[in-house]
C-alpha cells in the first residue's frame, strides 16, 4: 500500500496536459497498486469498485494541475509583457525630455534685466532627433559662452527686410513697450525705400550716389534711401538681453522652412528662431522673360532683373559704359527707368529704347488717350519707344545683343533691363502649410492681414482682402508701408482690418506726374475730367509749394524734425498746344458704376478727397460734379 | 465752354475754371470721428497718445523710444499752468539717451522741447486724414 502510495506520488508532479497513454499507465500503476492492496482490506467500505474512485481523484488531480501549469504560464507571460511595456514607455519619455533640455533653457533668455544666462550654443543647431543632451549648457560658467549670433527666439520675429517688415517693426515698438523684433533678411542691407532706385537717385547730382545712396529732395534737403541709420538698430546677439527691446536686423540668411505647431523657423544655416509671432514679409522676385532665360549665359549676365540696391549699383555703372540699353516692359518701373536713363543719355549720348506689348507707356493702367499722350512724352525724354512689341528670341551675337521680336524687328542692343513683373516669393507656403491664391499669387490672408493665428502677411506678398474693393494684391510702396503697420499694429493686440486706401505715384521725368489709388486697371470704363496745364502743375513745383520733400514722405510718413522752405514758382499759363493737350485732371475708375480707382494727373495734395470718396463707395450720377470737389484749376 | 467725348469705353470732359466754380453737388457721407478703424492722428479720440502716428516718426520706436513715451505722456497729461513743467526729469532722461545717438537725434538747442510742442500742435490741427 505504501509502496502504491509513494508510486503515484511520484507519479504527480509528472502529470502534464492529458494523453491517454500517461492516464492509462497512471491507471495501470494504480490498478497494479489496487490488486495487491485488495487482499489486505477487505473490510473497506468503499462502495464502488477501489479502481473507480483513486481514479477519478486522479483525473481531479490531473486537470487540476494542468489549469494550475496554464494560469501560472498565463500569469508570468503577461507580467512580462506589462514590464516589457512600461520599459519601453519609459524610454520614450526619457528621449522627450533629452529633447526638451535644450528647448527649457531658452525661455529664461526672455527675462528683462540682462540676466547672463548661458545658453547651448544654438549655432551649432541642436535638431529636433538629438540624442544627447547638451549637459554643458546648464552646467558651464556664464562668462565662458558668447552670445549666439543668431538668437533662439524672438517674441516678434518678421520675415523678410524690406519696407513692410520695418513699417511693422516700427508699429510694434510704438504699441508694445519694451519690444523686441527681430527682421531676417536675405539682403546684406538693412531695410530701405525703393522708390528713388528707379526715380530720384537717378536725377542726382552726386557723382558717388552709387555709394552713398543719398539724394536731394527738391526743397534741397537731403535724406538717405534707409529708412534709419545703423545706430537705430540692435545687434541681434543683444536682443534678447537689451534693457528696453529694440529692433534688430540679421543679414544674409534666409528662412528655409517654417513649423507652425511649434512656433519656430529654420534658416539656411540651420540655426533654428522660435516665435510668438510671425510676420511674413518676403515680397517678391523680378520675373523673367523666358526667352531671355533660355538664350544662355551670354545673354543672361547682359540682363538686369531691377529691385534691389545692387542693381541699382550696377546699372548705374553700365549706362556710363555701354553704347545701348534696352529696357523691356511698359510698366511703372519700366517706364521710370527709360525717362531715367533717357535723361542721362542728353549728356552722355547713351541710346535708351523701351520695348513692350502694349500700345503705350502704362498701357494696363492708364485709358488708351491718355496711354498714348504718356507715350509721346516719354519719347520727348529721349527714349526710342517700341510699341506693340513681343521678344521672340534673344541672341549675342558679334558683341551685341539681337532682340528679334515677333513681328521681324530686330533690336540691337548692349545691355537688356527686363522689367515684366514681380512674382511673389511664396515658398514658405509648402512649409507652414499656407494658402496660396491662385487668382492674384502671394499668401491668402483675411482683411486683418492674418494667415494664421500667429502669422501675419504684409506687402507685395499679401493677397488681402479690401473689404471696399475686394481680395486683392498690391505691389506698390504706400502699401508696404500701410500694411505693414496694420500688421504690426494687429500682431500687438488691435484687430483692424485693412482700412486706410493706400497710395501710389508715378514721375515720368520731373514735368509729368500722377498719384493714383484704388483699382486703376485700364480695362475699366473711365471718365477724365481736365484742365489746361499750367507752368506751376509739376511734380517739382508740388513739392516746393507744400516743402513736404520727396512726395514718399508726404502721405504716410511726415517728416518729425526740420524746416523746410517752400519757394513760390511765378504761374505762368501755358500756350494751349495743338491736338488734345491733358495738362492736369481727374480720371475715376468705375465698376458697376461705383468708382473704384482714382488718378490725380499733374494735381497733388488732394489724395485725401480721392480716399473718400472710393471709401464711400457711393454711385454718383455726374462725375464731372464729384471732379469739382479736386478744384483741378487752382494749385 | 467744357466738352464731353467718348473714346470706347472712356469719357472725356474738358473743363474751364467756370465751369467747376459752381458749388459741386456731389455728396459725401459724413466722417464719424469715433471710426476704430480709421487711422487716427495724434490724439486717440479716448485721449491717449497714438504713439504709432507717422507724425511721430520715428521717435517712439527708435532706442530712445521709451523714455520719449514717458516724457510726452508727462507732457501730454500735465495739468500745470506752464505745461509739462514737472516733466523736467523725464525730459532730462530722454535727452541724455537722444545724445548716445546723434546720428538718429541730430542735436539742435531745445530740440526736444521745439518737438514736442509742434507734435502736440500738429495733433490738434491734424483731423484724421479722410475728412481734410
Redesign the interface.
Known amino acids: 500500500m505504501l509502496k502504491c502510495r509513494t508510486a503515484w506520488q511520484k507519479l504527480a508532479p509528472l502529470v502534464r496536459p492529458s494523453s491517454t497513454l500517461c492516464r492509462k499507465s497512471a491507471k495501470q500503476t494504480v490498478l497494479k497498486c489496487e490488486s495487491s492492496f485488495r487482499p489486505t482490506q477487505r473490510a473497506s467500505m468503499s462502495s464502488g469498485p477501489p479502481g473507480g474512485s483513486s481514479d477519478n481523484l486522479l483525473y481531479y488531480l490531473l486537470v487540476g494541475g494542468t489549469v494550475i501549469g496554464g494560469g501560472v504560464y498565463a500569469y508570468s507571460t503577461l507580467h512580462g509583457d506589462k514590464v516589457r511595456y512600461q520599459e519601453r514607455i519609459a524610454e520614450i519619455v526619457s528621449r522627450q525630455n533629452k529633447e526638451l533640455t535644450p528647448t527649457e533653457l531658452q525661455p529664461t533668455e526672455k527675462g528683462d534685466g540682462g540676466s547672463e544666462k548661458e545658453t547651448a550654443p544654438p549655432s551649432e543647431a541642436p535638431p529636433v532627433e538629438t540624442e544627447q543632451p547638451p549637459p554643458e549648457a546648464v552646467e558651464s560658467a556664464p562668462e565662458a559662452v558668447p552670445r549666439p549670433e543668431v538668437p533662439p527666439h524672438a517674441p516678434y520675429l518678421l520675415i523678410g527686410g524690406g519696407t513692410a517688415s520695418f513699417a511693422a517693426a516700427r508699429s510694434i515698438r510704438a504699441r508694445d513697450p519694451g519690444a523686441r523684433v527681430l527682421i531676417v533678411s536675405e539682403e546684406a542691407e538693412l531695410p530701405y525705400m525703393r522708390p528713388p532706385l528707379s526715380k530720384e537717385l537717378w536725377f542726382s547730382d552726386d557723382p558717388n550716389v552709387n555709394e552713398t545712396l543719398r539724394f536731394k529732395q527738391w526743397n534741397g534737403k537731403e535724406r538717405s534711401i534707409y529708412f534709419q541709420p545703423p545706430s537705430f538698430y540692435v545687434s541681434p546677439q543683444d536682443l534678447p538681453y537689451v534693457e528696453n527691446g529694440g529692433v534688430a536686423v540679421l543679414n544674409r540668411k534666409k528662412v528655409v522652412h517654417m513649423d507652425v505647431r511649434e512656433n519656430k523657423v529654420r534658416l539656411d544655416d540651420g540655426s533654428e528662431i522660435s516665435y510668438e509671432k510671425c510676420l511674413i514679409a518676403t515680397g517678391g522676385s523680378p520675373r523673367n522673360l523666358q526667352a531671355i532665360e533660355r538664350a544662355g549665359e551670354e545673354v543672361i549676365k547682359r540682363t538686369t532683373l531691377f529691385r534691389k540696391i545692387e542693381d541699382f549699383k550696377s546699372l548705374e555703372k553700365i549706362s556710363k559704359d555701354v553704347k545701348s540699353i534696352t529696357i523691356i516692359g511698359g510698366g511703372f518701373m519700366g517706364s521710370e527707368l527709360a525717362c531715367a536713363l533717357g535723361r542721362r543719355a542728353r549728356e552722355s549720348g547713351l541710346e535708351v529704347n523701351q520695348l513692350f506689348p502694349e500700345g503705350g507707356n502704362m498701357g494696363k493702367v492708364l485709358p488708351e488717350y491718355l496711354s498714348n499722350w504718356t507715350t509721346d512724352k516719354v519719347k520727348t525724354e529721349g527714349v526710342n519707344v517700341l510699341t506693340d512689341s513681343v521678344v521672340k528670341s534673344v541672341s549675342y551675337q558679334d558683341d551685341k545683343l539681337e532682340i528679334k521680336l515677333k513681328d521681324g524687328r530686330v533690336v540691337k542692343t548692349d545691355h537688356i533691363v527686363a522689367a515684366v513683373g514681380l512674382e511673389p516669393n511664396v515658398e514658405l507656403a509648402k512649409s507652414a502649410g499656407l494658402e496660396v491664391d491662385s487668382d492674384f499669387g502671394g499668401f491668402r490672408v483675411n482683411a486683418e492681414l492674418q494667415a494664421r493665428s500667429n502669422i501675419w502677411v504684409a506687402g507685395d506678398a499679401a493677397c488681402f482682402y479690401d473689404i471696399r474693393l475686394g481680395r486683392r494684391r498690391v505691389e506698390h510702396h504706400d502699401h508696404a508701408v500701410v500694411s505693414g503697420r496694420l500688421a504690426g499694429e494687429n500682431m500687438s493686440g488691435a484687430n483692424k482690418p485693412y482700412w486706410h486706401q493706400s497710395m501710389f505715384w508715378s514721375d515720368l521725368g520731373p514735368d509729368v506726374g500722377y498719384e493714383a489709388i484704388g483699382i486703376v486697371d485700364s480695362s475699366l470704363p473711365t471718365v477724365g475730367v481736365f484742365a489746361k496745364a499750367t507752368a506751376k502743375d509739376t511734380p517739382k513745383a508740388a513739392a516746393e509749394e507744400s516743402g513736404t520733400g520727396i512726395r514718399s514722405e508726404s502721405e504716410t510718413e511726415a517728416v518729425a524734425s526740420g524746416a523746410s522752405e517752400s519757394t513760390k514758382t511765378p504761374s505762368s499759363p501755358q500756350v494751349p498746344q495743338q491736338g488734345e493737350d491733358y495738362g492736369k485732371g481727374v480720371i475715376f475708375y468705375l465698376r458697376d458704376n461705383v468708382v473704384v480707382g482714382i488718378i490725380l494727373w499733374n494735381v497733388f495734395n488732394r489724395m485725401p478727397i480721392a480716399r473718400k470718396i472710393i471709401k464711400d463707395g457711393e454711385e454718383h450720377t455726374d462725375l464731372n460734379e464729384v471732379a469739382k470737389l479736386f478744384n483741378i484749376h487752382e494749385d | 465752354m467744357?466738352y464731353c467725348k467718348q473714346?470706347?469705353?472712356?469719357?472725356?470732359?474738358?473743363?474751364?475754371?467756370e465751369?467747376?466754380e459752381?458749388?459741386?453737388?456731389?455728396?459725401?457721407?459724413a466722417e464719424d470721428p469715433n471710426d476704430?478703424?480709421?487711422?487716427q492722428g495724434l490724439i486717440l479720440p479716448n485721449g491717449e497718445v497714438n504713439?504709432?502716428c507717422?507724425?511721430?516718426?520715428?521717435?517712439?520706436?527708435?532706442?530712445c523710444?521709451?523714455q520719449f513715451?514717458s516724457a510726452f505722456s508727462c507732457f501730454h497729461y500735465s495739468e500745470e499752468e506752464v505745461k509739462g513743467s514737472e516733466c523736467i526729469e523725464q525730459f532730462r532722461t530722454m535727452q541724455e539717451c537722444m545724445q548716445r545717438?546723434p546720428?538718429?537725434y541730430?542735436q539742435e538747442e531745445d530740440?526736444e522741447d521745439k518737438?514736442s510742442n509742434r507734435?502736440a500742435a500738429e495733433g490738434e490741427e491734424q483731423p484724421s486724414?479722410?475728412?481734410?
Open positions: 467744357s473714346q470706347g469705353k472712356d469719357k472725356i470732359i474738358f473743363v474751364t475754371k465751369d467747376h459752381t458749388p459741386s453737388s456731389a455728396e459725401l457721407i476704430p478703424y480709421e487711422d504713439w504709432n507717422p507724425c511721430l516718426g520715428g521717435m517712439a520706436s527708435g532706442p523710444g521709451e513715451k545717438y546720428e538718429l541730430p530740440e518737438q507734435n486724414p479722410a475728412s481734410s
